[in-house]
């Protein structure tokens, strides 16, 4: 099992930045991909970013391409998401997920571990 704890989420003002981290504990060594979803109230999760184990590739929505960055750092076991130019838009529940095979995908079904969330919320 891997376990997955999200924190940095909080209120923060329409064009401000906000980084958030997921910190990875148990079976690590059998996590390839590691993705941020959101969720916001009434709507579908929806990918956001992800990043293979070696940190050489990256997906990113549409969305939030330019905007948005996704790090990892393997010694701390530890994924983030530096969120820039923030929108309202972005208001939602944000989700760090992994999954045990290769390959970059955006889909949710794809990803065996689900962390609990943090809250983001974007006031205008």
């Known amino acids: 099992q891997v376990q997955l704890v999200e924190s940095g989420g909080r209120l923060v003002q329409a064009g401000g930045s906000l980084r958030l981290s997921c910190a990875a504990s148990?079976?690590?060594?059998?996590?390839?991909?590691t993705g941020w979803f959101r969720q916001a109230p009434g709507k579908e999760r929806e990918f956001v970013a992800g990043i293979n184990w070696s940190g050489g590739n990256t997906l990113y929505a549409d969305s939030v391409k330019g905007r948005f960055t996704i790090s990892r750092d393997n010694a701390k076991k530890t994924v983030y998401l530096q969120m820039n130019s923030l929108k309202p838009e972005a208001t939602a529940v944000y989700y760090c997920?992994?999954?045990?095979?290769?390959?970059?995908?955006?889909?949710?079904?794809?990803?065996?571990?689900w962390g609990q969330g943090t809250q983001v919320t974007i006031s205008s």
């Open positions: 148990g079976r690590t060594f059998s996590v390839y991909v």
């Open positions: 997920a992994a999954k045990r095979t290769r390959g970059l995908v955006a889909d949710p079904l794809g990803y065996d571990y």
